[in-house]
């Protein structure tokens, strides 16, 4: 029965909830995937350039 109850609860508490726009929705779904390729090109440069360093002195 606490299953349950939770469920009903879960379920008044999601119609509370102020879910975005279509608009609003879209820009931040740009926003995390920039962000996402800006780190991940951040890091790619990193590893490479750790991996230089680290080839000049086990070479």
Same mark, same amino acid.
């Given at each position: #029965?606490?299953? /349950?109850?939770?469920? *009903?609860?879960?379920? =008044? %508490? #999601? *119609? *509370? /909830?102020?879910w975005?726009? *279509? %608009? %609003?929705? +879209? =820009? +931040?779904?740009?926003? /995390?995937?920039?962000t996402?390729?800006? #780190?991940?090109?951040? $890091?790619?440069? /990193?590893?490479l ?7 000049? $002195?086990?070479?």
């Amino acid at each position: #029965m606490k299953a /349950v109850s939770f469920l *009903k609860n879960v379920s =008044r %508490e #999601m *119609k *509370k /909830v102020s879910w975005p726009g *279509k %608009e %609003e929705l +879209y =820009r +931040y779904t740009v926003t /995390v995937v920039v962000t996402v390729v800006l #780190m991940a090109l951040f $890091f790619t440069i /990193v590893d490479l350039g750790i991996t230089q360093l680290l080839n000049l $002195f086990f070479d």
